[in-house]
T-cell receptor, first 113, second 114 residues
Framework: GEDVEQSLFLSVREGDSSVINCTYT??????LYWYKQEPGAGLQLLTY???NMDMKQDQRLTVLLNKKDKHLSLRIADTQTGDSAIYFC?????????????WGLGTSLAVNP | DTEVTQTPKHLVMGMTNKKSLKCEQH?????MYWYKQKAKKPPELMFV???????INESVPSRFSPECPNSSLLNLHLHALQPEDSALYLC?????????????FGPGTRLTVT
C-alpha cells in the first residue's frame, strides 16, 4: 500500500539548522505537506509543495522535493526552542473518487539550548 | 476568522455514557473531517463530510456517530465506548473536499474512557 516514511527523532542545538526527511511511495502525489504538532496541541499546517516544484522557501522554512527519488525534506534555519514539536509529512493518495492524506509517523524534533 | 474550534477540550466518560464532541468553523469550508490520534502517532481519518453529506467512513465502529447539521458545524456522538477509544479527537476543515486543499485542524478534544 501507499506509505510515507520519516525518521522518528532529531536533536539539534539552538541556532543550528534542522533537516527533517521524508520518503513517499505514490508517484502520482500532487501535493505534499508538512504539519507541526506541539505537545498537547492540534496540527498546524506549516507548508506544502506542489509536485511540479523542486523547492519552496517561506521565511525560515525550506522544502526540497526530489520527485525521482520520492524524497521530501524540510529545513528549518536558525532552529529555536519553540520549534520543538513533532513534524508530520503527508502526501495525497488517490483512492477512487476520494483523495486522502497519507501520513508519516512523525519526526520528534528536540531543540537543545 | 481562520480557525477551527472544538469543544470540550477534555472529556472523561464511562463506558455506558453518551456524549458528543463539537466542532465549528466559519471559513466557508465545505469539507469537514474527524480524526483520531493516539499519543505520538499520526492522525487516523475517521469520517469526511463533503457539502454536509457523509462521503467517507473509514470502517469506524458504530459507537461513533458523526453528524453535520450545517456547513459550519460537525458533531461526533459517542456511545458505549471502550477504554481503547481514549485518544485525541481532531476536527479539520478544508475549502473543498479534494485533498489538494489544505486541511485546517482544531486543537482537539482529549477523550478518556474509564
Amino acid at each position: 500500500g501507499e506509505d510515507v516514511e520519516q525518521s522518528l527523532f532529531l536533536s539539534v542545538r539552538e541556532g543550528d539548522s534542522s533537516v527533517i526527511n521524508c520518503t513517499y511511495t505514490d508517484s502520482s502525489s500532487t501535493y505534499l505537506y508538512w504539519y507541526k504538532q506541539e505537545p498537547g496541541a492540534g496540527l498546524q499546517l506549516l507548508t506544502y509543495i506542489f509536485s511540479n516544484m523542486d523547492m519552496k522557501q517561506d521565511q525560515r522554512l525550506t522544502v526540497l522535493l526530489n520527485k525521482k527519488d520520492k524524497h521530501l525534506s524540510l529545513r528549518i534555519a536558525d532552529t529555536q526552542t519553540g520549534d520543538s514539536a513533532i513534524y508530520f509529512c503527508a502526501e495525497i493518495f488517490n483512492a477512487g473518487n476520494n483523495r486522502k492524506l497519507i501520513w508519516g509517523l512523525g519526526t520528534s524534533l528536540a531543540v537543545n539550548p | 476568522d481562520t480557525e477551527v474550534t472544538q469543544t470540550p477540550k477534555h472529556l472523561v466518560m464511562g463506558m455506558t455514557n453518551k456524549k458528543s464532541l463539537k466542532c465549528e468553523q466559519h471559513m466557508g469550508h465545505r469539507a469537514m473531517y474527524w480524526y483520531k490520534q493516539k499519543a505520538k502517532k499520526p492522525p487516523e481519518l475517521m469520517f469526511v463530510y463533503s457539502y454536509e453529506k457523509l462521503s467517507i467512513n473509514e470502517s469506524v465502529p458504530s459507537r461513533f456517530s458523526p453528524e453535520c447539521p450545517n456547513s459550519s458545524l460537525l458533531n461526533l456522538h459517542l456511545h458505549a465506548l471502550q477504554p481503547e477509544d481514549s485518544a485525541l479527537y481532531l476536527c479539520a476543515s478544508s475549502y473543498r473536499p479534494n485533498a489538494r486543499y489544505e486541511q485546517y485542524f482544531g486543537p482537539g478534544t482529549r477523550l478518556t474512557v474509564t
